[in-house]
């Protein structure tokens, strides 16, 4: 009751490479040093101080007050303060995580090996810590918004979409959370929200869906001016199901053919949406002859229903097509949300934890030998990260004191 009466509290945590804790320790005996190095360091990773609304960050930071943080053995922590519009910023020295008393380097280990497949179980004990801990600590992950985290990378936001529900089966009642069709349809949401308080014009121009009435309605509800486009590959994938009772070769041969004819339509560079209305029409027509009536009728009645959205996908050839990259990362969720299976705890939910797990998916780098080697997701698609070190990323990006500062301009 309490914990809903009280109001939203600004988090302005400053995560600060202090290189060892000796000179950390060294910088808190002199307060000038101290904000000296803090505003280095911020200029060093290209960001901005995140103050009130109405100040333009001209003016000074002085030493707020400090306290002394009992259960990390008495570190103590400095708050610094912006003397224009007061607002306070915590400092935290790399080697501490907010509200935990893990240590970064434990954490690391873990969470690089929950990204790399391990279970909550088994990478628990590469730390030595509880599975629960560190369910905890990607869920705490999880509360900094994927839009916010990568607005600070200098990544635009997304023109187009993917949209897809996961009907998983490995959650049963038992488990204490919404089901996954809940929590996406909650994500779409979010994501709006946050696009809109970083940049008030966001439109998106259009969402690659499954064609399941919820997630249209959802992005027809979110989004008016999209253009909802269906999935090709779901597409293709769903023909053997209209052609029941056929021998497996007749049907693998029949979606072979569908498959060449979407491929030779996104090929065209013009007219794309007449060609496919007719080789849809001569393909349910190819049907009838081959296999009977029975099977062109129920295919042509899928076409009717299925193509605006098919069009959709063709009429602007920015739009995405498949939605493959979605299905991968719809299993690689499944299996994660199975681990998660039975956790549950006041500030734990699928969305943070799923959250959480997108934030390492996007930050921690390509291994050597793959295509992108050492690169993160971000930086392959075009966006900044503030230091080399993945981890020291994470609790930089997820820190609510930065704001992303574009780059001056080169002369
Ligand atoms: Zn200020």
Redesign the pocket.
Known sequence: MAQAAKAPRHNRTLTVDCHDEATYSQLLGDTKAFIEFVLAFILSIGFQLT??ST?D?G?GLTRHSHYARIRLGGLIIWRIQ?T??K?VFTVLPHFVLRYRTMRPDVARNALLATHGGLSLELCAVIGNISSMALYRLICALGQRSLVSVLTRCGLPLPAYLLADEKHSTCLTDKVYLPTIAVAFTESYGEFQRAALAHEPSYQVEGALIDGFDSTTKSMRTLFPGARLGYCLRHALNKLPDKLVGLAAPVRQGLRSKFHALLHRCRQRTSLRVVSLGQRLRRFADHITATVGEEHGERVRNWFKDKKTGWYAVLEDPQMPAMSTVLDQAHNAIDRKLFAMKGFHHPDGSQAAFLTGLAHLYNLIPYQRRAKNAGLCGVEVEGGRVPTSDWMLNLQILISGGYQYAPEPPHH
């Open positions: 103050h009130k100040c960050g003016g912006c224009r519009c607002a």
